[in-house]
């Protein structure tokens, strides 16, 4: 593309950071804004096809304009699960005439932190015909920087513990234990999960001790696991009463169910409980659940 360097069609051309900063995590989900505003010679009109038309580039090693893909790509639609990266100051308020036209883009990358990118706006007027922010007449560019994403640890997390409710049902006793998954640090929050392995509200793990003949008279004791994606839910359907929880912002939730007596929850099969926690900037950690003392106590760990 040879872009065009006059203003017989467009008057001004410009490309900055509408989010407060220009650091975006290099996690392929955390994004920052870009606007692109383009006024039109008087008299002149900007169809939409023009306008849409829009787009984001940058000069690859041979000096040719190449538009974002790959590493370094742009969306139309914002991912309202996470937030723009919390810097000091403000994003320009440029002042913006009545005839001028503006889009909204949203930038992410998985780039290698530290990296800067400088990063142009073209726009088509005909087939022949192309702008670029680049060329002397417009002059206006912006640098995104890449940051590395942020690797948690086990101690970067609490796993608290209540017990919730218990009760007899027909003979048999129902313990429930609540635990809750959050992040120790007041800066970060947990938004989202995935997980790899059972989904949200399926039993992952159950082990039945048999009586000792201590205990339980003969009875045996059954531990059920079932963790929860996170979210703002704050009541649960267990199998036999509705657990209300006092949740605490951005956290997953794990239910330990203990049964005492002839009754055991049926439909739970073992098997690896694994989970993608996001951060409010898209950084995924990766978790593992883990047991104790037969099943009556959880844990994870982090993978």
């Known amino acids: 593309m040879n872009p065009a360097n006059d203003t017989n069609w ?79 100051g403000a994003p320009p308020a440029p002042l913006i005439a009545a005839n001028t036209l503006r889009r909204r883009f949203y930038v992410s990358s998985t780039r290698s932190g530290g990296t800067l990118d400088v990063v142009y706006a073209a726009i ?6 192309h702008y670029v922010s680049h060329t002397s007449k417009f002059n206006s560019a912006i640098t995104i920087e890449t940051l590395t994403p942020l690797r948690l640890t086990r101690e970067d997390m609490t796993l608290s513990v209540e017990d919730n409710h218990e009760h007899t049902v027909n003979a048999t006793e129902w313990d429930y234990d609540v635990y809750q998954l959050f992040l120790k640090s007041r800066t970060l929050k947990l938004v989202a999960s995935v997980p790899y392995g059972p989904g949200s509200g399926t039993p992952y793990y159950q082990h039945t001790v048999e009586d000792d003949g201590w205990l339980s008279d003969g009875e045996p004791r059954s531990y059920t696991h079932i963790a929860y994606e ?18 605490r912002a951005g956290s997953m939730v794990i239910i330990r169910i203990k049964t005492f007596g002839p009754v055991t929850l049926s439909g739970a099969h073992n098997r690896t409980s694994q989970w993608g926690l996001f951060d409010q900037y898209g950084n995924e950690h990766k978790i593992e659940m883990t047991q104790q003392s037969n099943g009556n106590l959880l844990d994870f760990i982090v993978i």
């Not at 790509?73 to 810097?87: C, L, P």
């Open 124 to 129: 088509t007027k005909d087939e022949a015909t």
């Open 10 to 88: 467009i008057t001004k051309f410009n490309i900055h950071v509408s989010s407060n900063s220009n650091k975006v995590f290099g996690n392929g989900r955390h994004q920052l804004e870009v606007s692109v505003t383009v006024t039109p010679k008087a008299g002149v009109d900007i169809t939409d096809e023009q306008l849409d038309s829009i787009r984001l580039v940058t000069l690859d090693d041979n000096g040719a304009y190449q538009e974002l893909s790959g590493e370094l790509h742009m969306s139309t639609e914002r991912d309202t699960r996470f937030e723009y990266y919390a810097d000091t």
């Open 230 to 247: 996170v979210s703002d839910r704050r009541t649960f359907q267990a199998p036999t009463t509705v657990l209300s929880i006092h949740r």
